[in-house]
């Protein structure tokens, strides 16, 4: 049996090595990566939108197989060498003085973060899902939003932000020593094309999720290339005042994700996932209409910030109810690929869109995008996604809980 001492000792050990390994994620995608490839490496915004597209593509495809290996192997071995490969893709990005040296060190990025979520996921109890979504998806907004933020306060300084980055990858190659699995495995000898079989055919049934699997990540990944030069161009924001910016919509996310994952399991998913929709449509649509002076934008991110914790803990936990308990790694390991097809290709359009015609038209489409999601959950019948884990199901798990607890 697994103490409460050591159980608590490893999920914080775990949420160190998530921190450590979106922290730097963060940090390349959102500030690093757009600047450094632009300014620094004379790149387009169409090459960087490229570069996140094919990060994105690598972490959704291995995530498939790493999810079946998760089920099977030690993580002993298996976590840390995931951190000397993006050790590798950031060198490589680094040093490169070609384009295919940023698109190569990106993709090898994507591949090494890509089991980090699975492990994290792997821990979700039946009882309470969207507050222990909520707890993940914490720190996961705190690693984000201070990644981009720290980089920034180097104002161009490259080499400076490249050995921070560096340096907690280092972190966490060290702590990923210490996660082991801490509930032993039950595995059926199941292939996993058969497992994956299993989950697309209960996907099949529940079509009604699918629209929203693929277009709210890309509602999401359109934005990705865009953000510093929107805030610099169209917003006349400083670095320090996007650094505010980045800091006022992670604050607002922080603050309530558990807060809104517990009101989740209580007040329903699609209750949720509506209010998050049509509030994220609304705060961004103001965002573009207005042109807002800094203190407002500041509000406006806060409220966005909001709104996505009001989403994020709901939607996994339905997504959650999808998984076999015996196969949590593949089960989801397949549900990630699904989603990750948004956020493939979104950057892609994102950058192109921007290149092409402006900043605004990117963000115009991902609002439209979320304002069809609102809808289409505002319109979707209870049953469609209660019959998918809603608060139904929840209650009964939980009920059989209490009971044996007692």
Known sequence: MISGSTLK??????????????????AFLFSFLPNFAVDESGQTVAL?????????????????????????????????????????GL?????????????????????????????????????????????????????MGLGPITVNLFDRGYEHAFRLMILLLFVGFIASFGINRTTPLHLRNVSFVDQAVGLWSKLVQLKWLLPGMVLQMTAA???LPILPGY???????????????????????????VPMGKLADRWGFKQMLVTGFATLT???????????????????????????????PAWNAVLSHLVPEDQKGTGWGVLSGIEGIGIMIGPIIGGWVSSQYTNVATISISIALMAVLALFYLILPQNKLVSAGGTLQYKKENANGLDRGN
């Open 9 to 26: 000792l490893s999920t914080l050990t775990l949420f160190a090595v998530l921190f450590c390994t979106e922290f730097v994620r963060s």
């Open 48 to 88: 960087v939108g490229l570069a996140v597209s094919l990060h994105y593509t690598a972490d959704t495809l291995i995530k498939c197989g790493a999810g079946y290996l998760l089920d099977r192997f030690s993580l002993r071995w298996l976590l840390p060498s995931t951190f000397v490969l993006m050790l590798s």
């Open 91 to 143: 060198t490589v990005v680094f040093f490169s003085p070609y384009a295919w040296g940023i698109v190569a060190g990106s993709v090898m990025l994507g591949i090494g973060a890509s089991p980090i979520w699975l492990i994290c996921l792997e821990k979700i109890r039946l009882t309470e899902r969207a507050a222990q979504m909520g707890a993940i998806y914490t720190v996961w907004m705190a690693s």
């Open 221 to 223: 990944g359109l934005l």
């Open 231 to 257: 805030a610099a161009d169209d917003l006349s924001l400083s670095q320090p005042q996007y650094s505010m910016l980045l800091m006022s919509g992670g604050a607002g996310a922080i603050l309530f994700l």
């Open 282 to 312: 609304v705060c961004l649509a103001l965002l573009v209409v207005s042109t807002p002076p800094p203190a407002f934008t500041m509000l406006l991110a806060f409220m966005l910030g909001l709104s996505y914790s009001a989403v994020l």
